[in-house]
């Protein structure tokens, strides 16, 4: 063994997830970054990355790093099962545009993409949903699924992963961010909320009962760390349309997870000021990707006051404190900073990504730093 006991290195990192989550640490904390962006906007640029990661995997990057990963590659151990008579097909418009089709007993919905030279992700050209024709095809769809669990995915994705981080998953956006991200594209959706209000809650009603059953799968799973993939703004989702539609969605589902023994946390990765205020007010256990200054619109004392001693913050790093336009210092404040006023309920990583000019040997010197704070721990015990 090379180091401390209780170096990240020499954990099993999965456990120690799951314990700092579920408050069975005694106090040490995980150091969990993503580097999700950094990876593959460089390998799709064709770039090489820099020794000693190049040809390695996602998982063995992670050793090489000594830190922890959040192993969301465990989403598709669910699968969503179509109902009755829906049926999803793709017409190759040209070499760069695609039209995704669902063809439906009350309706057909198509969504356009397109693929650019900048990007692995195609962009949307024409988005799924422009009228209350199509949030009614969208209706019956939710109405009509149900989901699954993949037991041999999920034996496939624990032995890639193995110790470096606890199974954990992402659900599928609640209803705004649903109609925001997913189906409409912000402009579009905030028209549909005001211009057809009853088809559009009519269609979050059949969502969340959508999700209700989601959960069900979930509670019989041994994946206990559950997060809601939702990227709230306070820009796009203001207080009035969280606490109108979001908080109650939050409520039900962190009440049936919790009976089910989970972890539940959601992600807030854009500006956050004015929701902050709800977060003691949701069910949630814990919020990732809240970005401070001097990336975000938020300090960490504001950050701080609205968790309070109860909420996890889930990351806290600001992201482009590991790009070299900032002194490294500065990173090493933040994150002992984030320390010292969160350590009891803190699941550390980077708001949101590394970015692709990242150093990614910043990692190692937030690992370095947790590493000795775990190591005081035990020595003072």
């Known amino acids: ?33 993503r580097i999700q962006c950094w990876l593959t906007d460089k390998q799709f640029a064709g770039e090489k990355l820099p020794e000693p990661y190049e040809g390695k995997t996602k998982p063995e990057i992670y050793r090489e790093l000594g830190c922890s990963a959040r192993v969301y590659e465990y989403n598709e151990s669910f699968y969503p099962i179509d109902g009755p008579g829906i049926k999803r097909y793709e017409n190759k418009l040209s070499e760069t545009r695609t039209e995704h089709v669902i063809d439906t007993p009350v309706g057909k919905v198509t969504l356009v993409t397109e693929k650019t030279p900048s990007s692995p992700h195609a962009i949307t050209k024409k988005w799924w949903a422009e009228n209350k024709e199509d949030i009614k095809v ?73 999700h209700s059953r989601m959960i069900q799968c979930i509670n019989k799973s041994p994946i206990n760390i559950i997060n809601f993939g939702d990227n709230l703004h306070c820009g796009t989702l203001p207080p009035y349309y969280f606490e109108k539609y979001v908080q109650p969605s939050y409520l039900e589902r962190c009440k049936q997870l919790h009976e089910g023994g989970k972890f539940v946390y959601s992600h807030w990765d854009g500006d956050t000021k004015a929701l902050l205020p709800f977060a003691k007010t949701c069910g949630l256990d814990g919020i990732e990707a809240i970005t401070p200054k001097p ?29 070299e336009i900032y002194h490294e210092e500065e990173l090493i404040k933040q994150t002992e900073d984030l320390i010292r006023m969160f350590k009891d309920k803190l699941i550390l990583g980077i708001s949101d990504e590394i970015s692709s000019t990242g150093d990614i040997e910043r990692v190692k010197t937030v690992g370095r730093i947790v590493d000795d704070y775990n190591a005081s721990l035990n020595i003072n015990k």
Do not use: C, S
Not at 5 to 14: F, Q
Not at 172 to 187: A, H
Not at 304 to 320: M, N, P, R, S, T
């Open 1 to 33: 063994m090379k180091g401390r006991i209780t170096d990240h290195k020499n954990r099993n990192l999965a456990k120690l997830h799951e314990d700092v989550a579920f408050g069975r640490a005694n106090g040490e904390i995980i150091w969990q970054p």
């Open 138 to 210: 969208f209706t019956y769809i939710a109405e009509n699924g149900d989901w699954g669990w993949n037991e041999d995915y999920f034996q496939k994705t624990k032995k890639e992963w193995g110790n470096l981080g606890a199974p954990t998953i992402f659900m599928p956006r609640v209803n705004v961010q649903n109609l925001y991200i997913d189906i409409m594209g912000v402009e579009k959706a905030v028209y549909a909320l005001m211009d057809y209000e009853a088809e559009i809650e009519r269609y979050f009603k059949a969502l969340d009962e959508y």
């Open 295 to 323: 990336q975000g619109d938020v300090t960490l004392e504001e950050v701080k006051e609205a968790l309070g001693d109860d909420i996890y913050l889930v990351d806290g790093i600001a992201a482009v404190l590991f790009d």
